[in-house]
């Protein structure tokens, strides 16, 4: 069994999904698997993913009675997953060589940790630039959270049997990060942090998380439901974003 498993959940990402499994290819820590979840691609990303064979990764495809979206995949991949530590690992986005072993070495260090998460940069791939995330770092901080999702999702990483316990909910297409770290809030779930760069978060068209303003209703829906924002009620909000 392999000390971690990156969980990747991709849907026509044939034009990226290679680079972003090269970088967990070139990992420093080799103790891994890839479980890859195929949300109805359209496009050659199967092909793509089959001319590397490194055993290590596993491709499957979402069954439809599992839904669709990326809280299913993400959900499906966490359940197929063979080791006690889960690494988010999205399909355009580019991994530290020392992702790996960092995080694994931290829940060795912090084993009452049930929710890592990192730091990350940016790379806005039409203008070739790389930045930093517009929304600053901070350790954990849940008054922060009640504000702002300030914890860079593809850094994250979990114990499976608290997302297991805990998974992602497929009512989100946008903020489902927002809804599960405020769900393991909420359950008194150990959270941990590193001030360290993990993952650069490539910035392109066909990025899911760019329709800001639906984003922000679903944000807002998470601060709602939780009881962190009382400005408005969950129906008007839902009827808002589904419109």
């Not at 969980?7 to 080799?30: C, H, W, Y």
């Not at 092909?47 to 993400?74: H, M, Q, W």
Request: with cysteine; charged share 25%; proline share 5%.
């Amino acid at each position: 069994m392999p000390k971690i498993s990156f969980v990747m959940p991709t849907k026509n990402r044939a034009n990226l999904i290679g680079e972003s499994i090269q970088t967990i290819l070139d990992q420093t820590f080799e103790d891994w698997e890839l479980v890859i979840i195929d949300d109805h691609s359209l496009d050659d990303t199967m092909a793509v993913v089959e001319k590397f064979k490194d055993p290590r990764i596993k491709y499957f495809n979402l069954p439809d009675r599992n839904g669709t979206g990326s809280s299913c995949a993400r959900n499906f991949g966490n359940m197929l997953a063979t080791s006690e530590i889960i690494l988010v690992a999205d399909s355009d986005d580019l991994n530290y060589p020392e992702r790996a072993q960092v995080t694994y070495q931290y829940f060795v260090n912090h084993p009452q940790t049930d929710f890592f998460y990192a730091h990350a940069d940016v790379w806005e791939m039409e203008k070739n630039f790389r930045r930093e995330r517009r929304i600053p770092f901070t350790p954990f901080n849940i008054e922060k959270l009640k504000e702002v999702d300030f914890i860079p999702h593809p850094t994250v990483a979990y114990k499976k049997q608290v997302i297991l316990e805990i998974p992602y909910n497929p009512i989100f297409i946008f903020a489902e990060d927002y809804d599960l770290i405020s769900r393991f809030v909420l359950n008194k779930k150990n959270i941990g942090y590193l001030n360290q760069k993990l993952v650069t978060q490539r910035f392109h068209p066909g990025r899911l998380s760019q329709d800001r303003i639906t984003q922000e209703k679903c944000a807002q829906l998470v601060r709602v439901l939780r009881g962190w924002d009382k400005s408005m009620g969950a129906a008007e909000l839902i009827k808002g974003i589904t419109k």
